[in-house]
């Protein structure tokens, strides 16, 4: 039974290690959480995947915790400099995503973002939490693939 997030950090960080994932597990001292813990693993060889539990639902929850993942997703200066083309992309792509969900934050970034309940004492099972870092990473790329790589008249085709 795991008892703190390092605990199950430390799991996680072998299990993408497994697959071939590079992961570093943070103590974000100096965040707006202090103390807050996170994992962070590079998805595709470019994207920063940062996962930790989403703090002070351990009063709220007896059986579960709420982990999230976030990533940073570049944005082309076209898309970035016509928010209305933004904002039909980002509803048209987040009807299509199996998880998760693609925001445009106060800072101007875009980021994706899923949370997942996990049991409380237990890690996500090896092989589910790897198919689960599997399918992000895809749904990441092919996130970003729409927001940066589309021209013009591709982004015409793919919102009609």
């Not at 997703?73 to 048209?92: A, E, F, G, V």
């Not at 004492?121 to 092989?127: D, F, L, N, R």
Request: hydrophobic share 40%.
């Amino acid at each position: 039974m795991m008892k703190t997030n390092m605990d199950f950090f430390n799991y996680y960080k072998e299990k993408l290690q497994e697959i071939n994932l590079s992961a570093e597990i943070f103590n974000l001292a100096e965040s707006i959480v202090k103390g807050l813990e996170s994992l962070t693993y590079i998805s595709n060889e470019k994207y920063y995947v940062n996962m930790f539990f989403i703090p002070d639902t351990e009063e709220q929850f007896e059986k579960l915790r709420l982990l999230q993942f976030t990533c940073l997703i570049s944005c082309s200066d076209y898309i970035i400099n016509n928010q209305l083309l933004l904002l039909k992309l980002l509803n048209k792509k987040n009807t299509q995503l199996p998880i998760g969900s693609l925001i445009y934050s106060d800072e101007h970034q875009l980021v994706f973002k899923y949370i997942y309940a996990t049991d409380a004492e237990q890690p996500i099972e090896s092989k589910l939490f790897q198919e689960l870092v599997g399918l992000l990473n895809s749904v990441i790329e092919d996130s970003s693939t729409i927001f940066n790589q589309y021209g013009e008249d591709d982004l015409k085709g793919y919102l009609s």
